[in-house]
């Protein structure tokens, strides 16, 4: 019994000796890689072309002629909105709110201003709505990171 002992743990030094020794070569070849001139280069300018590409959506973001865009299609689907309730199409009309409601740069307001001017029956739809539409523009904002990064 004695030698199945010292046998096992023999192999077990053995296992952790190995185990340090991956552990020192891991250790002695990433400082040797962060010492490399290329490689502190090439580290660098990924660095920098990240921060660029950080930059850029927030001035896409500001750009004039999106912000431009943005206002024409606020305006054409609140339009197509009030055109839907008049006819009597609540849904169509609710959609084409929300639509105006996700582009709209003063959410608050607007939802005022639905509360005062809209049937209760869409405005309450609209309200349930909200939380989806959050969740669902985050999943697509996490997708379009996914597909950029």
Request: with cysteine; glycine share 6%; net charge positive.
């Amino acid at each position: 019994m004695p030698s199945v002992r010292l046998s096992v743990g023999l192999l077990a030094a053995l296992a952790a000796g190995g185990a340090v020794a991956l552990l020192c070569y891991c250790v002695y070849l990433d400082r040797r890689r962060h010492r490399d001139p290329a490689f502190r280069r090439c580290l660098r300018d990924q660095r920098r072309a990240g921060q660029s590409n950080a930059k850029a959506p927030a001035r896409q973001l500001w750009d004039p002629e999106k912000k431009k865009t943005l206002q024409e299609f606020f305006l054409q689907e609140m339009q197509m909105g009030k055109l839907c309730l008049a006819r009597g199409e609540h849904g169509m009309g609710f959609e084409h709110f929300t639509n105006a409601l996700l582009v709209c740069g003063q959410p608050k307001e607007l939802l005022m201003f639905f509360k005062n001017t809209l049937p209760p029956e869409v405005f309450q739809m609209l309200l349930y709505k909200i939380p989806i539409i959050c969740q669902q523009l985050e999943a697509d904002m996490h997708e379009q990171e996914v597909l950029d990064g």
